[in-house]
C-alpha cells in the first residue's frame, strides 16, 4: 500500500471509528461522539480496495459490539477460512476476506478504482439481509419497524443489476433517505459518506432490536 493510500485509509479510519460506539452500559452503545476534523481524504472518491478496509474493520467492530450489548454470539461471518478468487495486493486480503466470509463483495466489485456508491449500496445491502438473518435467529423478532412507507427516489434503471439492492435498503430504512445513494448511486463514493452510510446501519439495526421504542 503506497503512502498516499496508507494516509487517506488512516484518516478515512479515524472518520469511521469516530461514529461506532464507545463503550458504555449495555445495549446503550454511543453513537454521538464528536468526529475529528475533515482529513485531505474527506471529499475525495473512495476505491474498492479503500471501502473494502474500511467496511471491512466496521462490520467486525460492530459485530462485536453487538455480542457485548447483547449478550448473545453476533456474528455473520461464514465457518472456516475464506479464500480469494482473484489477485490482490497482501495490505487489502485480509478486509476482502472478512468480506468475502459475510458475503458481501459486490458483483463486477471496483478493486483499485473509485467505487460507484451502487456498489457500496449492494455491499450494504448483502451484509444488512446477513446480519438481520443472525439477529433474528440470537434475538428474536424486531421491536421496531422494518419497513418505511416514505422511500427516497432510486435514480437508477428498475433493471439495473444493483436496484434491489438499493431498494431493500430504503424501504428498511438501513440509509437515510437523504442519502447521496439513492440520488447519484452511479457517481463514486466519497471519504464523507462511507462513516455516514455505515454508521446509519448499525443505528439501525439497534433501533429495530433494543427495547427502546423505535426512533422515528
Known amino acids: 500500500m503506497n ?3 496508507l494516509r487517506r485509509a488512516v484518516g478515512l479510519n479515524l472518520l469511521l471509528m469516530s461514529l ?7 445495549r446503550q452503545p454511543d453513537f ?5 476534523k475533515p482529513t485531505s481524504a474527506y471529499d ?11 467496511t471491512a474493520e466496521f462490520v467486525v467492530n460492530l459485530e462485536r459490539g ?4 447483547f449478550q448473545k454470539p453476533i456474528s455473520t461471518a461464514s465457518a472456516g477460512a475464506a479464500r480469494l478468487e482473484s489477485k490482490h495486493p497482501v495490505w487489502v486480503q485480509p478486509a476482502l ?5 459475510r458475503g458481501a463483495i459486490p458483483p463486477r466489485f ?3 478504482k473509485p467505487m460507484p456508491r451502487y456498489q457500496v449500496g449492494q455491499m450494504l445491502a448483502q451484509y444488512a439481509q446477513r446480519l438481520d438473518t443472525q439477529m433474528r435467529a440470537q434475538i428474536g423478532a424486531p421491536h421496531g419497524k422494518t419497513r418505511f412507507e416514505t422511500q427516497p427516489t432510486i435514480k437508477l434503471d428498475r433493471n439495473h443489476p444493483a436496484y434491489r439492492a438499493l431498494q431493500y435498503l430504503a424501504q428498511g430504512g438501513w440509509i437515510g433517505a437523504g442519502s447521496p445513494l439513492y440520488r447519484e448511486p452511479t457517481k463514486p463514493v466519497r471519504g464523507k459518506e462511507l462513516p455516514d452510510m455505515l454508521r446509519d446501519v448499525a443505528q439501525r439495526i439497534l433501533e429495530r432490536y433494543r427495547d427502546e421504542p423505535h426512533i422515528q
Open 3 to 5: 503512502r498516499s493510500a
Open 20 to 26: 461506532l460506539w464507545s463503550q458504555g452500559s449495555q
Open 32 to 36: 454521538h461522539a464528536t468526529p475529528p
Open 44 to 54: 475525495e472518491s473512495l476505491t474498492g480496495y479503500e471501502v473494502a478496509v474500511l
Open 66 to 69: 453487538l455480542t457485548e450489548a
Open 97 to 101: 476476506k472478512e468480506l468475502k466470509a
Open 110 to 112: 471496483s478493486a483499485g
